[in-house]
């Protein structure tokens, strides 16, 4: 009995994750602003009744007066991101440059260590790192930094992708509004319907506890890592600290993607203590998450970092940059279903 329970779920689950596979896979590029509308309506709905109690206008407009200046200001903060990362890969020949200059000087200082010391060929090993750290940043600056400063036409055409997705949404949240309360009255009516709103809601509340919990602990290690980097002087403080903090999102590597390479190319210049305090940074912004997100998320969520950093990686393979975020979302999806064909409610 217990075998055929667990065939059941297996195969369940398994069909499950190939239909939601195939929506992300197919359907979800086509439906995603009309969805983001939804989302946005379902949670801007409350705000926009209390609004209209005060000010004599139909929701349609307020909707998207209210709608509309949070996607521009979404926008605008990608935007100032995207513009310093910008400003920071204007200089990276010269960064490239500078690193090898401060390498050579770092080895040469070791080899001399190693040859004083322990009686090693210092000179033969400093040639053979020299040579080799040589040929990555030549395959470096020949291969990578060109193709990073000729991508300004994708880069274009993204953010006019982007702005028509804004403009196909706000148009949508316009029209769905009119309906919206007959609407969901007659998916919570349709039985047929009323597994996909359970599922909906249940996804939504997952969202709206995560995008909370980590938009409140990205806020405070961005800042922790902006203020602690500029007091300390190191290039680029602002930026640093911003991409620190976005990254810290990703499990278990999160800041350290910035703050230890930034530590190693404190100590090759020399700058003991500015590499300390990357390192000590480093162990603060991790103490602060371990800190916070018991206490902001709890057992909301219920899903296991594991799970989240596979979804992600799961994502990036099977739909390219953008399954970093629909790996997750499609977890969370498969997550429940599962749970609410196990534990059917009645929708009242």
């Not at 190939?18 to 995603?32: N, Q």
Request: net charge positive.
């Amino acid at each position: 009995m217990a075998e055929q329970l667990l065939e059941n779920k297996l195969i369940r689950g398994c069909i499950v994750t190939g239909l939601v596979w195939f929506f992300f896979r197919f359907l979800f590029p086509l439906a995603a602003p009309f969805l983001l509308a939804f989302v946005l309506i379902t949670l801007f709905y409350p705000l926009l009744q209390r609004v209209q109690r005060r000010i004599p206008m139909k929701k349609k407009f307020l909707a998207v007066g209210i709608i509309l200046p949070f996607l521009l200001m979404v926008s605008a903060v990608l935007w100032a991101i995207f513009a310093l990362g910008a400003g920071q890969l204007q200089g990276l020949p010269d960064f490239c440059e500078k690193m090898e200059k401060q390498a050579e000087v770092f080895f040469h200082q070791c080899c001399c260590q190693l040859d004083g010391r322990f009686g090693w060929e210092g000179e033969k090993i400093e040639t053979y790192v020299i040579e080799q750290m040589t040929v990555v940043m030549e395959n470096v600056q020949v291969q990578v930094v060109p193709r990073l400063l000729s991508s300004s036409y994708s880069c274009f055409k993204g953010i006019i992708a982007v702005i028509g997705f804004l403009a196909i949404t706000c148009m949508a949240a316009f029209l769905l509004e009119k309906d919206y309360t007959k609407t969901v009255e007659w998916i919570k009516k349709e039985k047929s319907y009323q597994f996909l709103w359970m599922v909906f809601e249940g996804v939504l509340s997952y969202i709206i506890t995560f995008f909370k919990a980590q938009g409140v602990i990205l806020l405070i290690i961005a800042v922790l890592c902006c203020v602690t980097l500029s007091i300390v002087g190191v290039e680029g403080a602002i930026f640093l600290g911003l991409l620190a903090g976005f990254l810290d999102v990703l499990p278990f590597v999160g800041t350290g993607i910035v703050l230890v390479p930034l530590s190693i190319w404190q100590l090759i210049n020399g700058e003991y203590v500015r590499m300390t305090v990357c390192l000590v940074l480093y162990g603060v912004c991790v103490l602060t998450r371990e800190f916070l997100e018991p206490r902001l998320i709890g057992n909301k969520m219920g899903i296991s970092p594991v799970y989240i950093l596979l979804a992600i990686y799961a994502g990036v393979k099977l739909f390219g940059v953008g399954g970093i975020v629909k790996g997750p979302l499609a977890l969370i999806v498969i997550l429940e279903i599962l749970k609410k064909k196990e534990e059917p409610k009645e929708i009242v």
